[in-house]
């Protein structure tokens, strides 16, 4: 049974930062290509920030230079460090591993920046 578990969202004022991790589970995670998407009310899911097992990393633009995805192939869990968040930003964020045409989600965490 495959799961990711989210954690570390919550409200933030704006300019502060959070850290989200994804603990993985059921999966041979570091072959899996992690990713990081976000959906705010009314607007599609879009991705972003990914990495592929071996480090490799790309971002949305929207996020360049403030956020920072990471991954412990140890502990099967992938991170995304949120620096300087706008209001923007608010959304709930979800965790995607794929693999091929293998694809899994996670239940999503809500990041509010507000002040």
């Known amino acids: 049974q495959v799961q990711l578990v989210e954690s570390g969202g919550g409200l933030v004022q704006p300019g502060g930062s959070l850290r989200l991790s994804c603990a993985a589970s059921?999966?041979?995670?570091?072959?899996?290509?992690m990713n990081w998407y976000r959906q705010a009310p009314g607007q599609q899911r879009d991705l972003v920030a990914g990495?592929?097992?071996?480090?490799?990393?790309n971002y949305a633009d929207s996020v360049k230079g403030r956020f920072t995805i990471s991954r412990d192939n140890a502990k099967n869990t992938v991170f995304l460090q949120m620096n300087s968040l706008k209001p923007e930003d608010t959304a709930v964020y979800y965790c995607?591993?794929?693999?091929?045409?293998?694809?899994?989600w996670g239940q999503g965490t809500q990041v509010t920046v507000s002040s």
């Open positions: 995607n591993a794929r693999h091929n045409s293998l694809g899994y």
């Open positions: 059921g999966i041979a995670f570091s072959i899996y290509h």
């Open positions: 990495i592929t097992g071996a480090g490799s990393t």
